[in-house]
């Protein structure tokens, strides 16, 4: 697959008409370019990216972000071909499941990616990892509802799947005290009372955390999940204020993201 640098005048106006949402223009440039979609961009460390990974991009949600990835892929570009010689080997739904950005991971899914693929952020884990672990959850249920595998306890109990917790609790070898209270974190990080109750009554440590996050299950709780983060973010830079009753630690209670 041939690289291109990220300084490219070619690069530079790829990355403008994605980021834009210029389906006209990105159209013209894979015209004009053959093999555009499949070609890598390299950045001065050595690390490249596919043109599928510009459009899911942090923070993610682009203009015509669906249509381009269909256009990327119908163009030849692979879904499932991850970061090279980055921190971590992620693919685009990595990418896209870390922000959120559920129409993004649903064009990509429809286009073939791969949802078992490792090499995310989260543990060097699935692209269901990251979405759970950055508390994504519209793209969590999507992964789910398309069928990805749910096998880890912390998954269950973030996303409240009790009659799963239940069977993974009861497993052989059932899981540790340290599981059990990760898998608390993340109830409460998913605002999973039921779960968190239950987790509660098997030994979980009420202020215990996670590997990735100095975060206690109380801090998780009042926290932002990530396209709420995301949207503060957004409606700040538009100029949006807070009315004067409203108490503005609610809106700087926010998840620490580990990015690659």
Not at 19 to 39: C, H, I
Not at 119 to 134: E, F, M, R
Request: negative net charge; contains cysteine; glycine residues 10%.
């Amino acid at each position: 697959m041939d690289s291109i640098k990220n300084n490219d005048p070619l690069v530079i106006s790829f990355v403008r008409a994605v980021q834009t949402g210029n389906v006209d223009a990105l159209r013209r440039l894979l015209d004009e370019v053959p093999g555009l979609a499949s070609k890598r961009a390299t950045d001065n460390k050595g690390s490249s990216r596919t043109a599928l990974h510009v459009v899911t991009d942090w923070p993610g949600y682009f203009p015509n972000g669906p249509m381009i990835v269909k256009m990327l892929i119908d163009a030849g570009a692979d879904p499932n071909a991850p970061i090279i010689g980055g921190r971590f080997s992620e693919t685009p739904l990595h990418w896209a499941a870390s922000s959120d950005d559920m129409d993004v991971a649903a064009a990509l899914i429809d286009g073939g990616a791969d949802m078992e693929v490792l090499g995310g952020s989260i543990g060097g884990g699935t692209p269901l990892d990251n979405a759970v672990g950055y508390g994504c959850w519209n793209v969590a249920r999507l992964l789910v509802q398309r069928g990805a595998r749910v096998d880890k306890l912390w998954h269950a109990a973030a996303l409240g799947m009790m009659f799963l917790v239940e069977e993974l609790i009861a497993s052989h070898p059932s899981p540790t005290a340290d599981d059990i209270t990760e898998a608390f974190w993340h109830a409460c990080n998913g605002g999973q009372r039921r779960v968190a109750e239950f987790l509660l009554s098997k030994g979980a440590d009420i202020n215990g955390g996670s590997d990735y996050t100095d975060q206690m299950p109380l801090d998780a709780v009042g926290s932002l999940d990530t396209r709420r983060d995301i949207m503060v973010s957004w409606l700040k830079s538009k100029g949006a204020k807070l009315s004067k009753q409203v108490d503005h630690f609610v809106l700087k209670s926010t998840t620490n993201k580990i990015k690659a």
